[in-house]
Structure formats: structure tokens, C-alpha cells
């Protein structure tokens, strides 16, 4: 069974530029995670989409967005970059209504100069 | 804020020693899970702890929960060269789940 993939695996941009990064879930999973790791800190919840719908979103300003396709994939958008938006972004997967275990993917380094 | 802290925030430890990791969080949970990053790579699920247990195991991992003390241990037993990776702890309440910021283990040759 394949796991969550993500793409791309490393993305570099500039300041100011928009950026849109893609996540596939486990087969059979409808809801979809993001987290932004910043380098040497721990994980910051960003945005949880489940069945197409934004369920909840973390303490992050409107410029990051995403959304949930009906196949369950999912893309998270990060408008206006700014050199502090360098991070690994890490999407994750789980059963819907499930918070018991979250299946990760190797992430999307993102490096903003 | 409900974010977990780990503790300590960095342990090196010989190879073939156990190694305790804490995690304290600040309101009540529905479970707790611990996971292992390596290295900048994803996340990888080891164990769930619900919140009326009080010990789990799973294989040489032995996690444990004081809801009253609102903290829970991670112990791993006879440490290897491939534990080497840092440890997350992560509080579910209802709709949110909220990750500490993490051990970084190191194990000693």
C-alpha cells in the first residue's frame, strides 16, 4: 500500500512569490493534515481538510490556504512569501474522525530567499 | 497555549542504555502519541496512548500516562544506533491535535 506522497520534495522561491504544494493520502483516507516545521522547532499545525471541507486551520495569517479535491488529494497554497515561510511542510493523512494515528509523507522543504 | 513540552530537549546516551523521554501538556486529552522523525524527514507513528490507559507497549517502547499529572514517558530499552532521531509528543483533544516541540536523541557508539 503506498503511503502519503507529497510533492515537490524541494522547492526554492523568492520573497514575494506564491508557492502550491501537493499531497496524495493513503488510499481510503479522508482526511488530510498540514504542518509547517520550522528548521529546529517543532511541528505548527496549519490546516486539517476532510471530505472537501476546511475543518480547522492553525494560527496562520490568510495567505496560506489550500483545499481538498474530491479524489482526497490535497494542495496548500502560500501567497506573498516571506523569508520566515522556509520550513519543512509536512502533510499527513488519517480515517476520517480518526485522530488515533496520523500517517506522514517525507515532506516538501520549502526555502524562501 | 496547549503545545506539549518535551523533556529534556536533547539526550545522548550509549548505545545499549534505555533512554526516558517526558512530555507534559497543559489541558485535558483524549489520547496521546508519540512519534519519531528522522533526520528532516516525515513523521512515523510509534504508539497511542488513550486516556483512560496508563501504560502501553510496543516492543522495546514503553510509553505512560498521569492524566493527573497531565504528563506521559517514553521509554525506549536497550537503545541502538537507529533510535537515533528526535521524539514528538502529540495531544488529540476533540478537534485539534497539537505537537510538542520534541526530543532530539542521539545513541552513542
Known amino acids: 500500500e503506498a503511503g502519503v506522497t507529497q510533492s515537490p520534495t524541494h522547492l526554492i522561491k523568492t520573497r514575494g512569490q506564491q508557492v502550491t504544494l501537493r499531497c496524495s493520502p493513503i488510499?481510503?483516507?479522508?482526511?488530510v493534515y498540514w504542518y509547517q516545521q520550522a528548521l529546529g522547532l517543532g511541528l505548527q499545525f496549519l490546516l486539517w481538510?476532510?471530505?472537501?471541507?476546511?475543518?480547522n486551520r492553525g494560527n496562520f495569517p490568510p495567505r496560506f490556504s489550500g483545499r481538498q479535491f474530491p479524489n482526497y488529494s490535497s494542495e496548500l497554497n502560500v501567497n506573498a512569501l516571506e523569508l520566515e515561510d522556509s520550513a519543512l511542510y509536512l502533510c499527513?493523512?488519517?480515517?476520517?474522525?480518526?485522530?488515533?494515528?496520523?500517517?506522514f509523507g517525507p515532506g516538501t522543504r520549502l526555502t524562501v530567499l | 497555549s496547549q503545545q506539549g513540552e518535551e523533556d529534556p530537549q536533547a539526550l545522548s546516551i550509549q548505545e545499549g542504555e534505555n533512554a526516558t523521554m517526558n512530555c507534559s501538556y497543559k489541558?485535558?486529552?483524549?489520547?496521546l502519541q508519540w512519534y519519531r522523525q528522522n533526520s528532516g524527514r516525515g513523521l512515523v507513528h510509534l504508539i497511542l496512548?488513550?486516556?483512560?490507559?496508563r501504560e502501553k507497549h510496543s516492543g522495546r517502547l514503553r510509553v505512560t500516562l498521569d492524566t493527573s499529572k497531565k504528563s506521559s514517558s517514553l521509554l525506549i530499552t536497550a537503545s541502538r544506533a537507529a533510535d537515533t532521531a528526535s521524539y514528538f509528543c502529540?495531544?488529540?483533544?476533540?478537534?485539534?491535535?497539537?505537537f510538542g516541540k520534541g526530543t532530539r536523541l542521539h545513541i552513542l557508539p
Open positions: 481538510y476532510d471530505e472537501g471541507e476546511e475543518r
Open positions: 502529540a495531544m488529540n483533544r476533540d478537534d485539534k491535535i497539537i
Open positions: 488510499s481510503g483516507h479522508t482526511s
Open positions: 496512548i488513550r486516556s483512560n490507559e
Open positions: 489541558t485535558s486529552i483524549n489520547n
Open positions: 499527513a493523512s488519517s480515517l476520517v474522525w480518526s485522530y488515533n494515528e496520523q500517517f
